[in-house]
């Protein structure tokens, strides 16, 4: 079973700009969540989609955008760069519980490297 | 909010040595998570703990669960190198909801 894929893997821009990032999750997995891990701050979770819905949202500023499609891929969207964005962007894929199991179980890609200049 | 406190926050321990990280979170949860990340690379699951009083062992590593103390433990057990890498906690606060709360993490380093 392929695995949680992003791309690109590397994005350098410049303050001002706008980047897409691309999740694609494990065959099957309706749930999408991004997550930006930085030194200072860590891992934070940004929005979560299932079954192109955003479900949850975190604590990050509109600039922060996402959207799933109807295969289940999701995009991130981040708007008018500012250094602090530098990060790795994480996204994890989920089958969102079911009826199976009693946790969470989320299986992580990895990583877009966003670089702001 | 949930919070999630590990430490220490680093830990630079000899090959063949014993040691414990902890995670301690701020709201009931009876879900703790616990992931491995080497340098430039993603997040690798090894243990989910679900009950009050769980404990999951693999290799030298044994994690365990105290929900009345909001408390979780990862004991390392004769540290060889490759079990050098940053270890995070998480926690979530609802069944099917895939937001989780990530402790700072700990970096350990291995010491030949």
């Known amino acids: 079973k392929a695995g949680v894929t992003q791309t690109p893997r590397y994005l350098i821009k410049t303050r001002g700009q706008q980047v897409t990032l691309s999740c694609s999750p494990i065959?099957?997995?309706?749930?999408v969540s991004w997550y930006q891990q930085t030194p200072g701050q860590g891992l934070q979770f940004l929005f979560e989609y299932f079954s192109e819905t955003q479900r949850n949202k975190g604590n990050f500023p509109g600039r922060f955008s996402g959207r799933q499609f109807s295969n289940s891929r999701s995009e991130m969207n981040v708007s008018t760069l500012e250094l602090g964005d530098s990060a790795l962007y994480l996204c994890a894929s989920s089958s969102s519980g079911g009826a199976k199991l009693s946790y969470n179980e989320q299986f992580f890609g990895p990583g877009t490297r966003l670089t702001v200049l | 909010e949930l919070k999630v406190e590990q430490n220490p926050l680093f830990l630079s321990m000899q090959e063949g040595k014993n040691y414990t990280i902890y995670c301690n979170y701020s709201?009931?949860?009876?879900?703790l998570y616990w992931y491995r990340q080497d340098p430039g690379k993603s997040l690798e699951s090894l243990f989910v703990l679900l009950s009050n009083g769980a404990v999951k062992q693999e290799g030298r590593l044994m994690a365990s669960l105290d929900t009345k103390a909001r408390l979780s433990t990862l004991h390392i057990t004769a540290a060889v190198h490759d079990l050098s890498a940053t270890y995070f906690c998480?926690?979530?606060?609802?069944?099917?909801?895939?937001?989780?709360?990530f402790g700072t993490g700990t970096s350990l380093t291995v010491i030949p």
């Open positions: 065959s099957g997995h309706r749930s």
């Open positions: 709201t009931t949860s009876d879900r």
């Open positions: 998480a926690v979530d606060m609802h069944w099917g909801d895939n937001q989780f709360y």
